[in-house]
């Protein structure tokens, strides 16, 4: 039976995928340029070595082929964006028969460029933070606190908070010296949360499974990737996520992620990832197998209606995630739910799982070598 890889496995949405997939029946090859990536550890899936893109798309894309062809392997999901963009880039180096469930590189260009998503939002009538827009001066009047933050990248990569007009000055130059193009918004209340809505769109803007989590925690503290997040439902979200991206012609997967203002209660439209996002996996326990539903439509079958969920469900990602969260949060022991309720219903764990044990051990191997990384030990101090 041919398999399905799944790329970069050293991300926790990767893991995701491969035990989402195996779990189904799905024979998975899970691909690296770690041997101590956590996905190789998992007892659903083959191990691989893939070179990274900064290696060179092209040897990516041509060592992609080699091994398609090898493991006899008909699907591939690029987990990370630059991955994703190397092996679009070079499709045509992939073997006859092999797909890539994902949109053209202009597609993903225009969905990844938070400047272009906002501006469609704003002429689709969708909310927006007040933002200024690349070659814009900032008005005098511009609200205070304010985010300095790139067009491109994820998470809080780049991300510039000022409490000032000074500050606001010093974040803008640092930008655009380091990224070229940013926005400057305005900064939400903290105490709004942080809303994502999933979904798996197919040809003519059909889609094929939609859902909702909301935030609980994350790290950094000051905002970052989910460390607890929870199924939910959120209607108005939905449907416009959906519009926007309908109005990009966007197939595949992708995240629309959304902060409610906490001054009137309104849901602000932030951004969009198009490709799969960090916490894939509580979609998956929920009971939305967005991996396999996009392996199948990659195959041409037709998935069906968009599958139902559970509310309320939860997944954690503790280690190290939700772990920083407690030491940098000031109200450590104040948290709802408690950092220290590790058994509860439908709690569920990103890496953990008594089912598939080992890639926990495969996170830690994974880890060691990156303690002596700069980038990583500034992470570590947010």
């Known amino acids: 039976m041919p398999g399905v890889l799944v790329t970069d496995g050293m991300q926790r949405k990767s893991l995701a995928a491969v035990r989402a997939l195996g779990r189904a029946g799905m024979r998975v090859v899970a691909a690296s340029r770690s041997g101590f990536a956590a996905s190789l550890f998992s007892r659903h899936a083959e191990r691989a070595h893939l070179p990274p893109p900064a290696a060179g798309e092209k040897a990516l894309a041509r060592r992609t082929a080699r091994l398609c062809l090898q493991r006899d392997l008909d699907v591939i999901l690029p987990m990370e964006e630059d991955t994703l963009l190397a092996l679009c880039r070079h499709r045509r180096l992939l073997p006859p028969g092999v797909r890539l469930p994902f949109p053209g590189t202009e597609r993903i260009e225009e969905a990844r460029d938070k400047a272009r998503v906002l501006e469609r939002a704003l002429a689709l009538g969708l909310p927006v933070p007040r933002t200024v827009f690349p070659g814009q001066d900032v008005p005098p009047d511009f609200p205070l606190p304010a985010v300095v933050k790139p067009v491109l990248g994820s998470g809080a990569v780049g991300l510039r908070f000022a409490s000032s007009k000074e500050g606001l000055s010093r974040a803008s130059e640092e930008a655009a010296k380091r990224f070229g193009r940013f926005l400057v918004q305005e900064r939400l209340p903290r105490e709004g949360e942080g809303l994502g809505v999933s979904v798996l769109m197919g040809d003519k803007g059909r889609v094929h499974a939609l859902f909702t989590h909301r935030r609980l925690r994350e790290y950094p503290v000051s905002g970052g990737a989910s460390t607890l997040r929870e199924s939910a439902r959120e209607p108005g979200a939905e449907e416009a996520s959906i519009r926007l991206l309908r109005s990009f012609d966007w197939r595949g997967p992708a995240m629309v992620e959304f902060k409610r203002d ?100 495969g996170t830690v191997l994974s880890f060691l070598p990156f303690l002596l990384d700069p980038d990583l030990r500034r992470f570590l101090r947010r």
């Open 262 to 361: 906490a001054r009137d209660g309104s849901l602000r439209l932030m951004e969009v990832n198009p490709r799969f996002w960090g916490s894939l996996a509580l979609a998956v326990e929920a009971g939305v197998n967005f991996p396999l539903l996009l392996a199948r439509l990659a195959r041409g079958e037709d998935p069906g209606p968009p599958p139902g969920y559970r509310l309320g469900v939860r997944a954690r990602w503790l280690l190290p995630g939700d772990l920083l969260h407690f030491l940098r949060n000031p109200a450590r022991f104040r948290l709802e739910p408690s950092f220290f309720r590790f058994l509860e219903d439908d709690l569920h764990y990103d890496v953990l799982d008594a089912r598939d044990p080992w890639p926990a051990l």
